[in-house]
C-alpha cells in the first residue's frame, strides 16, 4: 500500500495531465483550422496597422485617427454582433451602419469567402468568448424609413447597452416616452466621436444652430387611444413588449407603427 501522500499528488499530477491534453487538444483545433489561419494572415496584411496586432485598436495608423479604431478583443461590444453584421461593416465601411468611414468598405479588395475567415479570427480575439447563441436578432436587410441622422439604436442600446430610459426619460415619468434633446446627444458627442463621422457632424449642425432634429416619426397611436407609458413602466412591462427588439435594429422599424392612422 503506497504512502497517502504520494497518492494525493500522483492525483493531483494525473488531473494535471489531463488539463494539459484538453488544452492541448483545444489549440491544436484553433490551430488547424484553416478559416482562422487565413483570416489571421489578412488581418496582419490590411487590418493590423490600424486595428493593432492583436487587435486592441491601439495600431500605428489608428493612434492617430480621429476617431479610434474598435477593440476586437472586447467581446462585450463585438459578440452581440451576428456574423452578418460584421461582415457588412467589413465589406462596406463603417458609413454603412452610421460608424465612422475612417474603417474603409474592403469588398472590391476580398471575397466573400476572405471576410468570412477575417470574421472567424476577429472571433478568437474576444474577452469573454464569443459565444454564438448570444448574438443579437440583427435583420439582415434594415428596415424601416431613413433618418435625417444615422442613429443606431444596435449600436447605442445593442452594443454599448445605453438604456432605453436615458434617452427616453418621459417614459417613466409622464405619458410619453418622448424623443431625446439634441443637448441629451451631444452630451457624449461633444467628445465621442465629436470629429471624423458625418452623422456625427450632422448633429453638432442641428445643436449649433440650436434646431430640434426632425426625426421621421415612427409611433403613433390613435388619437382616441390613452396610454400612459409611466405606469406600465412602474408595473414592470419591459419596452420590447411592444416595440420589439429596439436593441438589434440599425434603423428603428414598427410595422404597425406607421400604418395607424390620426382621426
Request: glycine fraction near 8%.
Amino acid at each position: 500500500m503506497g504512502h497517502p501522500r504520494i497518492g494525493r499528488l500522483s492525483a493531483r499530477a494525473a488531473a494535471l495531465i489531463v488539463l494539459l491534453a484538453l488544452a492541448s487538444i483545444s489549440s491544436s483545433k484553433t490551430a488547424i483550422d484553416p478559416s482562422v489561419q487565413r483570416g489571421q494572415q489578412m488581418f496582419a496584411k490590411h487590418c493590423a496597422i490600424c486595428h493593432g496586432p492583436l487587435g486592441k485598436g491601439d495600431g500605428a495608423v489608428g493612434n492617430a485617427m480621429p476617431v479610434k479604431p474598435a477593440d476586437l478583443t472586447d467581446g462585450r461590444l463585438m459578440n452581440p454582433l451576428p456574423d452578418h453584421a460584421l461582415a457588412k461593416i467589413i465589406g462596406e465601411g463603417g458609413q454603412a451602419v452610421g460608424l465612422s468611414p475612417l474603417m474603409p468598405g474592403w469588398k472590391p479588395f476580398l471575397t466573400p469567402r476572405e471576410i468570412q475567415d477575417l470574421i472567424a479570427h476577429i472571433r478568437t480575439l474576444a474577452t469573454p468568448p464569443f459565444a454564438p447563441e448570444e448574438t443579437l436578432p440583427v435583420p439582415a436587410a434594415p428596415e424601416g424609413p431613413e433618418q435625417p441622422i444615422f442613429f443606431s439604436h444596435l449600436v447605442h442600446a445593442g452594443r454599448f447597452r445605453i438604456d432605453c430610459q436615458y434617452c427616453h426619460a418621459g417614459a417613466r415619468r409622464s405619458l410619453a416616452a418622448g424623443i431625446p434633446s439634441v443637448e441629451r446627444c451631444m452630451g457624449c458627442h461633444k467628445i465621442v466621436a465629436a470629429q471624423g463621422n458625418p452623422e456625427v457632424q450632422k448633429l453638432q449642425s442641428y445643436y449649433q444652430r440650436r434646431e430640434p432634429i426632425p426625426w421621421v416619426r415612427i409611433f403613433k397611436l390613435p388619437e382616441y387611444t390613452y396610454f400612459p407609458h409611466k405606469n406600465h413602466l412602474r408595473a414592470g412591462v419591459q419596452c420590447q413588449t411592444c416595440h420589439g427588439r429596439v436593441e438589434a435594429m440599425e434603423r428603428l422599424h414598427a410595422r404597425t407603427g406607421q400604418s395607424l392612422v390620426n382621426d
